[in-house]
C-alpha cells in the first residue's frame, strides 16, 4: 500500500511539475507574439472607427454579427454530411468547437449521445487495436521468415517500432493530404494531424471549413 501511494503521489508531482514547465515554455514562445497581435488589432480598430465614422456599440454589433456568422461560411453545418462530421468530433472526444447545438433538444441529445458513443468509440478502437496488432505481428513474423531470423517471435519493441512508422506515415500522409485540399501550409497540416490524432482538438484548425465540402475532403477528414 505504500509504495502504491508514493508511485500515486510521485505522479502527481511530476505531471504538476510538467504542467509548470509547459506553461512556462508557452508563456516564454507566445505571450509577446499574444501582446503585439493584440497592439496591432487594436490599432486597426481605432482606424476602421475613425474612417468610418463606427460607434463602438455599432462595432460591437458587427464583432457579434462575423462570430456568429463563422461557423457557417461555407456550407451548411448540419446537413448530414456535416451532422456526421460532428457527430464524429464527439464520440472521439476531439470537439474542435467549430459547430454547437444551438437548441436545447440538440444540447441534450449530445449530451446523450455522447455519454453514449464515447465508451463505444473506446471500445472499438480497442478492438480494431487488438486486431491491427495481430496483423502487426503477423507481417513481422512473415518478414522474419524471408529473411530467415532464428527468432520468430515477435517482442514488443518490434511491435512499438511498427506502430511508430505507422503513426508517422498516417501524420506525413494525412498533412499532403490536407495540405492539397485545404490550402495550409504543409507544416500547419502536421500540426493538424497530431492535434486531431491526440483528440485534443483546439479548434484554430477545422477541415471542410475554407472550401465547399465534397466527398474527398470528407474522406480525408475521417483518415486521421
Not at 2 to 21: A, E, G, P
Not at 126 to 142: D, H, K, M, P, T
Not at 152 to 157: D, G
Not at 197 to 216: M, R
Request: overall charge neutral; some cysteine.
Amino acid at each position: 500500500m505504500k509504495k502504491q501511494n508514493v508511485r500515486t503521489l510521485s505522479f502527481i508531482v511530476c505531471t504538476f511539475t510538467y504542467l509548470l514547465v509547459g506553461a512556462a515554455i508557452f508563456d516564454a514562445l507566445e505571450s509577446q507574439t499574444e501582446e503585439s497581435t493584440k497592439r496591432d488589432l487594436d490599432r486597426s480598430e481605432n482606424e476602421y472607427k475613425t474612417i468610418y465614422n463606427i460607434s463602438n456599440d455599432d462595432y460591437k454589433e458587427l464583432e457579434d454579427i462575423v462570430n456568429k456568422y463563422h461557423p457557417y461560411r461555407t456550407s451548411p453545418q448540419w446537413k448530414f454530411a456535416g451532422a456526421f462530421y460532428f457527430s464524429l468530433t464527439v464520440i472521439t472526444t476531439i470537439g474542435y468547437g467549430h459547430s454547437t447545438p444551438q437548441t436545447v433538444l440538440g444540447k441534450v441529445f449530445c449530451m446523450v449521445y455522447a455519454i453514449i458513443g464515447i465508451p463505444l468509440c473506446l471500445v472499438m478502437f480497442q478492438s480494431v487495436g487488438e486486431r491491427l496488432n495481430y496483423f502487426a505481428s503477423f507481417c513481422i513474423q512473415l518478414v522474419k521468415k524471408c529473411f530467415r531470423f532464428r527468432k520468430k517471435e515477435v517482442n514488443q519493441t518490434e511491435l512499438v517500432c511498427v506502430g511508430g512508422f505507422l503513426a508517422i506515415a498516417v501524420i506525413t500522409g494525412g498533412a499532403s493530404m490536407f495540405s492539397h485540399y485545404e490550402g495550409w501550409t504543409y507544416f500547419d497540416s502536421i500540426y493538424y494531424c497530431v492535434i486531431t490524432l491526440t483528440t485534443i482538438g483546439f479548434g484554430d484548425f477545422v477541415a471542410l471549413q475554407v472550401n465547399e465540402s465534397n466527398s474527398i475532403s470528407l474522406c480525408f477528414s475521417f483518415y486521421v
